[in-house]
């Protein structure tokens, strides 16, 4: 037989695989019916063949089916016998195709990414085929593999794929226009797509586009109707283009030319547009994706499938367009469930928030904002549905603390939409805008407006016009207390609003407080972090019915004997014996979704219990890895990494990981706590890899966060090698500190800070570690004040880390401020230290420039002298305006030198500091009076009266103290100092005898003759 040498092959014929890949069973099933037709037709002739197959085909289904399948088999993978093979499959078929139809449709919904290119041709070279037959059934076909032309994707596959099925369209007119489905979805599928293929070289594309959909659109226009609203957002969007352009004007301006029963684009506007037609603008794969996402992932773990999905499908400039569809797609066809909604599970509004944040085009980002808010501007709450318009209002509400420029731009949006979609139409935009806030309210999705209207963060202009816009949702809302949730709109409401970020609101019983009250502290707005209460789980049997049947026996048996096996010795030898069986060569890799399922099951009650023992031992921790899961971790141990059976143990890990997520961190546990595992923490690495993503840092920081929620001693027993063996992954960015911070109490503080000093336990090096602390700026205060005592146990010099003080505010900031501070005030001041101290605006409530100039001029008066003059001189080379503080280089100027100089003076004015008494400063104030204009020397009068009170005692000292003509201070070498300096330390005058040294030639400045020789 001819299948043999075929099987014998690494790869068929139909899928894309590896070596490593598993026989995929899709592609066995169907070469083992090509298998059949070939023995049954082998050697004989047409006429004889065809006899044969037909005898077959009549003894039974499972004979029709298999006959059927080998010859659409071999359409896909004989280009040269495709047309005999279709003639035989249309003689011997008697179901009306049906068996290949729903075959065709497995394979476009789920194996068409990893066909091979001559399958892929002959699938659709097979639907035209169909097409042209008129078999019954192939509209749908053809609708699923317009599914799979991927929007924002300009790839030769991707535009090879929308031609073709174009053709198929234009060629078979009479056939399509006798589906109404057909004429909507095609129409919807290729306006969509003429967005993308506006380049010149795609313009023969664009014209066969356009010609189709505008036919379509005059000849069939009711048909299309059944779109809805989305039509017109689709026609906007070409509209430029010169053949559209004719008919957008007859939409808006002569509606009756596209049909007797069409009134007005009103009549199309308030038509919700149906969820199939949201969904068709989705591959499956995307579709896949982000159903995962919204059901699976939890919020908080998004990152690495964002990551995902953005490398896959969104990192050309072309695929920014996908964005609409996306958005379009999380409002009108995901509505999570009652159990979803109340969960931890990733919201809608997050992920489109991230949508909006990542996009890099403005004509894409004005798109999204109207994709987003599309529902809203016709909203009536008879025909449409709350959770198509919540996800807007929550993007708002939840991105005004992290994202104030996001919830200012949708704002701004929904106030400028209004006169601006189709002024004809404003008041019913106007009334849809004003029924969807409604609505929002009544269904207590928000409990209330104002504070989101009329926040603080948004600016004077915006706020105004919202209160200009909406007046009845911008007053001030009753207290808290009198508000009264709704108890039957779980559906509606965003129940899960318990996010990582704000913490719970609009819950009455238990409500943190307003908006407005949150803004305390100085005008800090606290954040509070909601964590919920573990409830008391009731330990139910584990049920492994579904999956049994998938299994072989000998599997079966063994899972049966671990569900029955009561202690854990018993469960660890059938565990051990189940892990050889899947090591063994004919091992069926298809089982191993289903076995994994069957063991997350099975070890739910180790999953829930607690893994770190009460009391940390030697013989405790041993005893805590003694369990029937830490079997596949060991038996990994033990095995080198070219094993094959290693790559296969990492599968069925993996495998797992995706039915039980906390299988992560119990690996990262074995690996630390087990004797048997010491110095093999590299593994994993190769576990990371194996698993969906493939990515170490985000599956890292995934597994450190399910730990911090699950068990916050477990997290600080593996933090410290979790650093030192991860150090690329750890230490160039605050992730995992956050965590750890965020959930620890000061006894696991003080134990990491021990951690730190006896060096087991590195969290900061210097290259990053002001980036990290930087970060730190936006978490919360115990948070904040953690990390700088972490800091402060590493050994990392302040001067790393001192250019943090550009980005401090003194309102914003004070745990940083006040950290800072005490520790400025240990070390000696350097000159970068007092430039970046001097560098800090002025204000009358912020000390902090005060405070430590004080504190270094009664310690250290001389150093401090020395670089207060040198930035003086330096700044004076004229003088400047004040600039603009900078975040990213610090803008000492010469006026706030002289301010904060001031404000020293001022704080040092009762007391008996000499400071202002030395040379250095003196001399400076004379340099820069000098120099500076008028109005400086009438502000800072007090400061530099200072320096003309010296100018007076060089020039005339005081006869009772010497009689000596008076003379250039520069012939003073060495004399005793004037009166108001007779308390000046030694290192002073040491000071003082150095800026006195000769010089060259000396240089008299106008208005005063001391000032040339001294100010050098």
């Known amino acids: 037989m001819e299948p043999s040498p075929a099987k014998a092959k690494p790869q068929g014929r139909l899928l894309v695989s590896t070596p490593l890949d598993a026989k995929d069973e899709l592609e066995e099933r169907l070469e083992r ?93 097979l639907v035209r085929e169909l097409v042209k037959s008129g078999v019954i059934g192939a509209d749908g076909v053809v609708m699923t593999l317009m599914k799979q032309i991927a929007g924002g994707d300009v790839s030769n596959k991707n535009l090879w794929l929308a031609e073709s099925v174009l053709d198929i369209l234009v060629e078979q007119k009479e056939w399509v226009l006798k589906s109404g489905m057909l004429i909507a979805m095609s129409v919807y599928t290729y306006l969509r797509l003429i967005v993308d293929h506006g380049t010149p070289n795609l313009l023969s594309l664009r014209q066969k586009e356009v010609d189709f959909c505008i036919s379509m659109l005059r000849e069939k226009f009711m048909e299309c109707f059944i779109i809805g609203r989305d039509l017109v957002r689709l026609l906007q969007i070409v509209a430029r283009i010169p053949e559209m352009e004719l008919l957008w004007r007859d939409l808006l301006h002569n509606p009756q030319a596209l049909s007797p029963q069409f009134t007005g684009l009103l009549q199309l506007l308030t038509a919700r547009t149906s969820r199939k037609f949201l969904a068709c603008r989705l591959t499956p794969d995307m579709e896949t994706k982000l159903l995962f996402m919204t059901s699976r992932v939890r919020f908080g773990q998004q990152k690495r499938y964002q990551d995902w999905f953005q490398r896959q499908y969104l990192s050309t400039a072309e695929s920014q367009s996908l964005r609409c569809d996306l958005i379009r797609y999380i409002c009108g066809v995901v509505h999570p469930s009652n159990e979803v909604l109340s969960s931890d599970i990733l919201p809608r509004w997050a992920i489109i928030g991230w949508l909006l944040t990542t996009c890099t085009s403005n004509v894409a980002a004005s798109n999204a904002k109207l994709a987003l808010f599309y529902d809203w501007l016709f909203f009536s709450p008879e025909k449409d549905s709350i959770m198509n318009i919540e996800p807007a209002i929550l993007v708002m509400h939840h991105s005004m603390k992290p994202h104030p420029a996001i919830t200012a731009t949708l704002l701004d949006f929904m106030c400028r939409i209004i006169p601006h979609f189709f002024p004809p139409l404003e008041s019913q935009v106007r009334q849809g805008v004003f029924n969807s806030l409604n609505f929002i309210m009544e269904k207590r999705v928000l409990a209330h407006l104002a504070p989101l209207f009329d926040n603080p963060k948004l600016d004077r202009e915006l706020r105004s016009m919202l209160r200009e816009r909406f007046p009845e949702f911008c007053s001030s809302p009753s207290p808290p207390t009198e508000v009264k949730m709704e108890e039957s709109v779980a559906l509606e409401m965003d129940n899960h609003v318990l996010d990582k970020e704000e913490g719970c609101y609009d819950n009455t019983e238990a409500a ?193 966060k399910a730990c911090q929620e699950d068990d916050v001693r477990l997290l600080c027993y593996l933090t410290p090698s979790i650093y030192s063996e991860f150090p690329d992954e750890t230490l160039r960015s605050g992730e995992l500190l956050n965590m750890i911070v965020a959930v620890i109490d000061s006894t696991q503080l003080q134990e990491l800070m021990c951690h730190v000093m006896m060096g087991n336990l590195v969290m900061f090096r210097k290259d990053s570690v002001l980036n990290i602390l930087i970060q730190s700026l936006d978490w919360e205060t115990f948070e904040q004040y953690s990390t700088w005592q972490l800091f402060l146990a590493h050994s990392i010099p302040l001067e790393t880390i001192i250019p943090i003080l550009q980005h401090l505010k003194y309102k914003e900031h004070p745990e940083a401020l006040s950290c800072l501070l005490l520790q400025l005030r240990r070390e000696k001041p350097s000159e970068e230290m007092v430039k970046m101290v001097l560098s800090r605006p002025c204000h009358p409530e912020d000390q902090f420039t005060t405070s430590i100039l004080r504190h270094w001029a009664s310690k250290h008066d001389d150093t401090l002298g020395e670089h207060i003059k040198a930035q003086l001189i330096k700044n004076n080379n004229q003088p400047r305006k004040r600039q603009r503080y900078s975040h990213t280089h610090t803008q000492l100027t010469l006026e706030q030198i002289l301010e904060h100089m001031d404000n020293l003076r001022l704080s040092l004015s009762n007391t008996k500091n000499n400071f202002f008494s030395q040379t250095p400063i003196l001399q400076a104030l004379q340099h820069v009076q000098a120099s500076c204009d008028e109005a400086h020397k009438m502000r800072f009068s007090d400061l530099f009266s200072l320096a003309e009170e010296y100018e007076d005692s060089q020039s005339k000292p005081p006869k009772s103290r010497r009689k000596a003509p008076a003379s250039s201070p520069r012939s003073r070498k060495g004399a005793a100092p004037p009166a108001n300096n007779e308390e000046e330390s030694a290192s002073s005058s040491a000071s003082e005898e150095e800026d006195s040294k000769p010089k060259a030639p000396k240089r008299k400045r106008k208005g005063s003759s001391a000032v040339g020789s001294d100010s050098d």
């Open 512 to 704: 943190f407080s307003d908006d407005e009250e949150e803004v305390n502290n100085k005008g800090k707005k606290r954040e509070f972090r909601f964590h919920p209460i573990k409830e008391a789980v009731l330990e139910e049997p584990a049920d492994i019915t579904p999956y049994l049947d998938q299994l072989d026996d000998t599997m079966k048996e063994k899972v049966l004997q671990l569900q029955k096996a009561s202690d854990t010795e018993t469960q660890c030898e059938v565990m051990q014996e189940i892990v050889d069986l899947i090591l063994e060569e004919d091992f069926d890799s298809e089982q191993m979704s289903t076995l994994a399922s069957c063991l997350a099951e099975l070890f739910k009650s180790h999953f829930r219990g607690d893994v770190l023992p009460d009391e940390i031992t030697e013989e405790s921790l041993e005893e805590s890895v003694c369990k029937p899961v830490c079997l596949v971790f060991r038996n990994l141990c033990t095995m080198q990494e070219d094993n094959s059976g290693f790559s296969v143990l990492l599968d069925m890990l993996a495998e797992l990981y995706q039915k039980q997520p906390k299988i992560g961190y119990h690996l990262l546990y074995y690996l630390k706590a087990s004797k048997a595992a010491m110095g093999k923490m590299s593994l994993y690495e190769s576990f990371a890899q194996a698993t969906a993503l493939g990515d170490l840092h985000t599956c890292l920081m995934m597994d450190m």
């Open 33 to 125: 019916c090509v298998g059949i037709v070939q023995s049954l037709t082998n050697g004989l002739s047409e006429r004889e063949a065809n006899d044969a197959l037909t005898a077959n085909v009549c003894k039974g289904q499972q004979q029709h089916e298999e006959v059927c399948l080998g010859l659409f088999t071999l359409v896909l993978t004989e280009p040269s016998q495709a047309q005999r093979c279709y003639r035989d499959l249309t003689l011997v078929n008697r179901d009306g195709m049906n068996v290949v139809l729903v075959k065709i449709n497995q394979i476009l919904m789920e194996k068409f990414l990893k066909l091979q290119d001559v399958p892929r041709t002959q699938l659709v070279w």
